[in-house]
Every structure is written in C-alpha cells, then in structure tokens.
C-alpha cells in the first residue's frame, strides 16, 4: 500500500509539474508583421499559404493551401473577414475559422499592440495575437495568445498535434470564443466550441490544447499529464492484482 501511495504522489507532482509548464505561448519566434491587423479595427490579411512544395490543410472537407488572418483573434479559410461579434464556433456564420479568441479587439495607433506570421517551417503557420487591447481604443486591457496549423503533409511530433491553441497573458473581460466552425449556422459533426461566449480571463495562460485533423473534423489530443495518469492507474491497478494473487 505503501509502494502504490508513492506512486501515486508521484504521478500527481509530475503531472502538476507539466501543466504548469505548459501553460505558455508555443515559441517566442513570432515572425513578420502580418501588415494590416497590427494597426486596424475590424480587418484582416493574406492569403498565408504554407511554405514548402505541396502543403495544403483538409478543413471540414475542403483542401486550402492558405488561410486568411482576422485582427480579432481568428483565422478564416477561403477568404478573409473582420467580423467583430463574438459567436459560438458551432454555430458562427462568418467562414470555415479556427479561433482563440474571437472578440472585438483592436490595435489602432497603440506600437506594443500587433499581429505576427510565422512561416519559417514547411507545412506551419504560427499566427500570434500579441497584447491586442479591445475596442474601442481600450488599452487597459490586453490579450495575448498564439495558434498553430500544421499542413496535412506536416510530421507532428509526439505529444503535439496538427492545430495547436497557446494562451499567454489575457486581461480583457469581454466575451470571447474559441474552437474550430465550418462557418455554417447549424451545428455539424467535428464543430469544437471549447469556449462560447465567455469572459476572456478564463483563458489566461490556460493550458494549450492540440487537435488532429481526422478527415478534415477536429479530433482533440490528450494532454501528457492525462496520458501519465491513464498509465498510472494501469500499473496500479496491476500492482493490487498481483498482491491479490500472492
């Protein structure tokens, strides 16, 4: 009994450990200026195709070799939009979008508030929202996070994903949304809407999520902590046969 506290307490300290240690942007390497978002209301910029010969994204069932950046918190697949009120992913109406935090935010005439793309890596897109305020000219508040897309053709390392969701430091209160929509009204299968409409400190410096593209529909990755618990209680549950065995 002794023997299974041990690993118990040990598997809770490993698992804080990652946690904590997750819960930061995925690279400090922001990229270039997206251009127009850094200093905008309501706009957004590109195409952003992936770097590298033959890369391109199967997103609910439609193959992209790009995507469009949003200046409040989203990307759009097929053409871009400034569309500013925050919906639920599941059932917003703008574009196929992938969002970390879909709000009313603004960078107008403020320097430290700006739009990054990063595509140095064949196959991956890292656009970073970087101490946005929000609308209208409220820089009292700020919001900072990060999202990854992977190409379909892109090697993932273990224990990430093809789309990944990084949240740094967010003040703003405002109503936010985030997840992955196919743009259509109705609720469809793979439509993730992990936050609807909530207040946006709830997403500071959370823990990052990473997510598969299974057919083009969003199928989310385990967490390393829950991997090692899943593990744990395995082997424990091996240790108290045997003893039962003896």
């Not at 023997?3 to 930061?24: C, D, E, H, W, Y």
């Not at 960078?107 to 970087?130: H, K, L, M, Y």
């Not at 990430?160 to 299968?189: C, H, K, V, W």
């Not at 108290?240 to 065995?245: A, G, I, T, V, Y």
Request: with cysteine; hydrophobic share 40%.
């Amino acid at each position: 009994m002794k023997k299974l506290r041990s690993l118990l307490l040990i598997a809770a300290i490993f698992v804080g450990s990652v946690s904590t240690a997750q819960a930061a942007l995925y690279t400090a390497d922001f990229g270039a200026n997206a251009g127009t978002p850094s200093d905008c209301d309501d706009c957004f910029s590109g195409a952003w195709n992936f770097s590298g010969a033959d890369q391109s994204i199967n997103f609910f069932g439609n193959a992209y070799d790009g995507l469009f950046v949003g200046s409040n918190g989203f990307v759009t697949f097929g053409a871009g939009s400034g569309s500013f009120i925050s919906q639920a992913l599941n059932t917003q109406n703008v574009r196929p979008m992938i969002a970390g935090s879909f709000t009313d935010l603004d960078s107008r005439g403020d320097i430290a508030s700006n739009v990054f793309v990063n595509r140095s890596a064949p196959g991956e897109i890292i656009v970073t929202w970087d101490r946005l305020g929000h609308y209208n000219y409220d820089y009292s508040v700020r919001s900072t996070f990060q999202l990854v897309i992977r190409s379909d053709q892109t090697a993932v390392a273990g224990g990430e994903g093809q789309i990944g969701f990084f949240y740094g430091d967010i003040t703003d209160p405002r109503n936010t949304s985030a997840g992955f929509g196919d743009g259509l009204s109705s609720i469809n299968p793979g439509e993730v809407a992990f936050a609807s409409l909530v207040n946006g400190t709830t997403l500071s410096n959370n823990t990052p999520r990473w997510f598969n593209l299974e057919g083009g529909l969003p199928s989310e990755v385990p967490e390393p902590g829950s991997l090692a618990l899943l593990g744990l209680g395995l082997s424990a549950f091996a240790f108290m046969r045997r003893r039962k065995n003896v």
